[in-house]
């Protein structure tokens, strides 16, 4: 079987790069409100206000449009919490990005969003090249967190037998399951309870802790 290797990005200007951005912004934003399956082409280019030509010109199908979503989201770095966090690195660090994520659901409602969790629900089972995109990104959120709590580890903050992986996938489970309840039931309180849990286990590692 011939491997057939990934076409290199083509060059932007800054006035493509722009346009490109604003179609990846809309598809977005509509992905959001209708999901991934009640969002078509047409919607994508009439809310970025492009032709069909320019729209295509940077996205040759919808899949193509897509994993560009699916990457923006990714690079966003831990969303939904705003402000976005580059350093999880203390207990204050994590409990701050919690709580910005909390209040992104008090936000929204409890109404869904266009992230990485949610793109999951509806792509990864029927779609591959999806599947994969959504888990590398997964992948790089809990990479982050693992920096971050090596790096308290390695100040004398955590315990030096704390398994550093198993409690950033905890903690990145505890966030997408506590949206998806939350979304689901309407209430901002399961994801509280969730992330909570998550951070009183990573807490029970301090090295102040009592046992």
Excluded at 160 to 185: F, I, W
Aim: some cysteine; proline content about 3%; charged content about 25%.
């Amino acid at each position: 079987m011939t491997v057939t290797e990934e076409p290199k990005p083509r060059r932007l200007t800054p006035k493509g790069r722009a346009t490109r951005d604003r179609i990846v912004e809309a598809a977005t934003e509509l992905i959001a409100r209708n999901g991934v399956a009640g969002t078509g082409i047409e919607d994508v280019r009439a809310a970025a206000g492009v032709s069909g030509s320019q729209l295509y010109h940077y996205f040759d199908s919808k899949q193509a449009l897509i994993r560009a979503v699916i990457t923006r989201q990714a690079d966003s770095v831990l969303q939904p919490g705003e402000p976005r966090v580059t350093a999880l690195d203390s207990f204050e660090a994590l409990r701050a990005w919690a709580d910005a994520a909390i209040e992104r659901q008090v936000e929204t409602g409890c109404r869904g969003d266009c992230n990485l969790g949610s793109l999951a629900g509806e792509l990864s089972v029927r779609d591959e090249e999806s599947r994969s995109d959504i888990a590398n990104g997964f992948l790089r959120w809990k990479d982050l967190v693992l920096d971050g709590l090596r790096a308290m580890r390695d100040r004398g903050e955590l315990r030096a037998d704390a398994d550093l992986e198993e409690l950033a996938l905890s903690l990145l489970s505890a966030l997408q399951g506590g949206v998806l309840l939350s979304q689901t039931m309407l209430q901002v309180r399961p994801l509280e309870a969730s992330m909570n849990a998550a951070l009183a286990y990573i807490h029970s590692f301090a090295v102040d802790a009592v046992g």
